[in-house]
């Protein structure tokens, strides 16, 4: 094997310590002046990335990929500060939550992106924390017909073999599969470092490709319409039970039980 | 699947406590032209075809290092804010820490082992660490702001060679003018320093060290010739563990406690010519220039500190205390005070940041640093008292951080030159301007 190739994704989100709220249309979240970073298991996915090459895992090269707004290219600029080579950015003009790609046209640009880049180890979030809907690893894995491993919680690499461990109900799953393949990272994978000041200034001369949805041949639409966004329902505030038995016959009366 | 939304909110950042935005003042949305901080440091530069920008702009370097600096200060910092505090004493692992994400090198070029930035990014570094601890703010602020830039402007290449690498890596710097006989009259000092066969030798005494039980690099003004009065004063270059260096007492302080502050003693201590730092009897001018471009960094520690303490209580009133059936931050009596507030640390930041890009720029900016670091210090005491109140009981108690920052305000209006001396300064300009 002559090293790994390996393709991040990374989403420019709504921070994850910002309340979001719903736009008056409910039509969307609104997203004006609102602090965005990037999806926090695209974080955990840089980070594996750049840990494999540190573990002296062959690895020739880590880019990373970001389809969105101009100001995505921030997150881009801070995957290449933690560490990868160098950035494509597809601009995607989203106006009024229109435009926007859904996990099966990111997943068929990322095959296009996969196929042009030579990649052999796709490496991204199980899921981004604004939509939640945890698909765009799973429908490359089929697109491109490779093997997948989601949810990944410890990543080995042995010549052209990968074991991925996966936390799953009551224990935790091992998986070996061949390369090229899909992974996608989980909260306990690892913990994702800080851009350090001389790691920023190096970013800015890391190469970053400017590209739009034209450059890539396929049809990216959406297939989905929102109907409607809304706010959770405020939460009611609980009670106090005096014992167990309190507890129990409160959750039978609540059918709970 | 509600369940799955909060294990994923608040993820692996154990601290994600804290809600608030990321430096809140700065909207980033400025379009993107040429800043003056993408100007190189200490050139001259024309900058009058620039188009003008907010003061408030920073550079996507400056931005990204913001938000970078900050997570790392919430996550690894503010976890030991109060147990540094109560100790009295830096955690070694944070010092490690500033050096390993290149926070003690901003400035220092990237052939010597350093971060490369520009001044303004050594500024923001400074507000944000002092955001979460003024104490571990001022280290960082000492450093880069007096100790490396003195190598940077006035180091030969074997010096620059020897000391900045380790100033970017591992070894912490001091600064030390101040003297029990000499503290607003600073270049009253009365440590002498001799020549000898191959170099000099020092005597006297220092006080108020900052940074000194940590670092092992001290510069040191004496007197070469008294006879020439503050113009004899010289700068040297010392190392801890040089024969007849001592540290003879570590102060207990008001505030900044976790910031160590010493006296030192001087006892026939030896150094090779080397460690001149630039020429004889330049050590006055050395020691001006440094402070006039280190009281930016003070005044950003004490926007720093009010932001903190502004945002620790904002985070109290509008989500937490309840009184009367509701938030205390919806009483109009309250949210008053807080719109002062924020437009008081609002103005003393822009003076803070356009005394920085002044400075850049290559403009003159001794009044801007003298203002930002008057108002600044005012400013901090201002809020982080009213902070306090505002969040009544639970203000005053030392379990959260609202005292904290009201004690660790007030060394703003003494170190680097008191109130006074900068309203002298000010006036001075003043005078200088308006005398017909
Ligand atoms: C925590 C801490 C850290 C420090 N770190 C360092 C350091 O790292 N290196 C260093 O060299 N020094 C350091 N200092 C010293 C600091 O810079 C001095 O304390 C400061 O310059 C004031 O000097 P002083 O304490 O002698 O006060 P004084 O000069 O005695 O002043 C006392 C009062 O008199 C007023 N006053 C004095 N002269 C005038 C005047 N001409 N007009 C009007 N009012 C006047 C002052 O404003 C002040 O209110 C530190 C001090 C502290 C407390």
């Known amino acids: ?101 859904e996990p099966l046209g990111v997943a068929k640009l990322l095959k296009r992106v996969v196929e042009k880049e030579k990649s052999n180890l796709v490496i991204l979030g199980k899921q981004s924390i604004d939509d939640d809907a945890g698909q765009t690893g799973q429908m490359l894995a089929a697109l491109l017909n490779w093997s997948q491993a989601t949810q990944a919680s410890k990543v080995q690499v042995e010549g052209d073999s990968v074991i991925v ?22 909260l306990r994978l690892n913990e994702p470092r800080y851009a350090s000041l001389p790691n ?15 450059d890539f041949e396929g049809d990216f639409s959406a297939r989905l319409k929102t109907v409607k966004v809304t706010e959770p329902p405020p939460r009611k505030g609980g009670i106090k039970v005096e014992d ?9 009366e609540l059918g709970a039980l | 699947m509600t369940s799955i939304a909060k294990t994923l909110r608040p993820l692996a950042r154990a601290a994600a406590s804290s809600s608030r935005p990321l430096r809140p003042a700065f909207s980033r949305t400025a379009p993107q032209i040429r800043c003056l901080s993408s100007t190189l440091p200490r050139r001259d530069v024309d900058i009058s075809d620039i188009p003008p920008t907010p003061i408030t702009h920073l550079s996507d370097t400056e931005a990204l290092m913001a938000e970078s600096v900050s997570k790392f200060a919430q996550d690894v910092i503010l976890p030991k804010a109060r147990e540094m505090d109560e100790a009295e004493s ?120 900052t940074n000194s039980m940590e670092a092992n690099f001290f510069i040191v003004f004496a007197n070469l010739d008294p006879s020439k009065k503050y113009k004899g004063i010289t700068a040297f ?61 003070i005044a950003a520690q004490m926007t720093g500190l009010a932001l903190g303490a502004f ?22 009596g309250m949210q008053h005070q807080m719109a002062q507030a924020w437009t008081e640390i609002q103005a003393a930041r822009a003076l803070v940041f356009n005394a920085a890009r002044k400075k850049e720029a290559g403009e003159d900016f001794v009044m801007d640093a003298a203002m930002a670091k008057l108002y600044a210090s005012q400013v901090a005491g201002k809020v982080s008292g009213q902070a306090v109140e505002w969040m009544g009981g639970m203000g005053f108690v ?36 308006y005398t017909k």
């Open chain 1, 1 to 101: 094997m002559s090293g790994l190739r390996i393709l991040v994704p990374v989403k420019r989100v709504i921070d994850y310590a910002v309340k979001p709220r719903v736009n008056r249309a409910q039509t969307a979240v609104e997203t004006a002046n609102v602090k965005h970073s990037m999806n926090p298991f695209d974080e955990l996915s840089i980070e594996e990335a750049v840990r494999l090459r540190e573990r002296k895992v062959p690895v020739e090269e880590i880019v990373a990929f970001s389809a969105g707004p101009p100001k995505a290219q921030d997150i881009l600029r801070t995957a290449m500060a933690m560490g990868a080579d160098r950035g494509i950015h597809v601009q995607i003009d989203e106006k009024e939550g229109k435009g926007e790609l």
């Open chain 1, 165 to 186: 461990t996966r936390e799953v109900d009551g224990g935790v799953e091992t998986l070996k599969a061949k390369l090229p393949m899909i992974i996608t990272t989980d």
């Open chain 1, 200 to 214: 920023i200034m190096k970013a800015k001369k890391k190469p970053l490709d400017k590209k739009t949805l034209k």
């Open chain 1, 244 to 252: 167990v038995d309190g507890m129990i016959s409160k959750l039978k």
């Open chain 2, 90 to 209: 830096m955690d070694p692992t944070v010092v490690e820490q500033l050096f390993e994400q290149g926070l003690m090198g901003v400035e220092i070029p990237e052939e010597y082992g350093g971060s490369g930035m520009n001044f303004t990014s050594a500024i923001i570094a400074i507000e944000e660490l002092a955001r979460v601890d003024p104490s571990v703010s001022v280290m960082a602020d000492v450093h880069n702001t007096l100790c490396n830039t003195a190598i940077l402007k006035w180091g030969t290449e074997k010096l620059k060679k020897e000391w900045l690498p380790k100033l970017a890596t591992n070894t912490v710097g001091s600064f030390c003018l101040s003297e029990p006989v000499s503290g607003s009259d600073a270049f009253a000092l009365a440590t002498k320093a001799t020549r000898t066969g191959n170099g000099y030798k020092i005597n006297g005494g220092k006080m108020w060290i």
């Open chain 2, 237 to 297: 270059i010392v190392e801890k563990g040089t024969p007849g260096f001592s540290i003879a007492k570590k102060e207990k302080k008001l505030g900044i406690r976790a910031s160590s502050t010493c006296v030192i003693n001087f006892d026939d201590v030896e150094i090779p010519k080397e460690n001149l730092l630039g020429d004889e009897f330049e050590g006055y001018k050395y020691a001006i220039g440094l402070l006039n471009e280190g009281r930016i960094g």
């Open chain 2, 311 to 332: 945002e620790n209580a904002a985070g109290y009133a509008w989500n937490d205390r309840k009184q009367f059936g509701q938030l205390i931050g919806e009483f109009q």
């Open chain 2, 398 to 433: 030392r379990e959260g951080l609202a005292e904290k920052y009201f004690r660790d305000s007030k060394i703003g209006a003494i170190y680097e030159g008191t109130s006074n001396i900068q309203l002298t300064t000010i006036a001075r300009h003043l005078q200088k301007t």
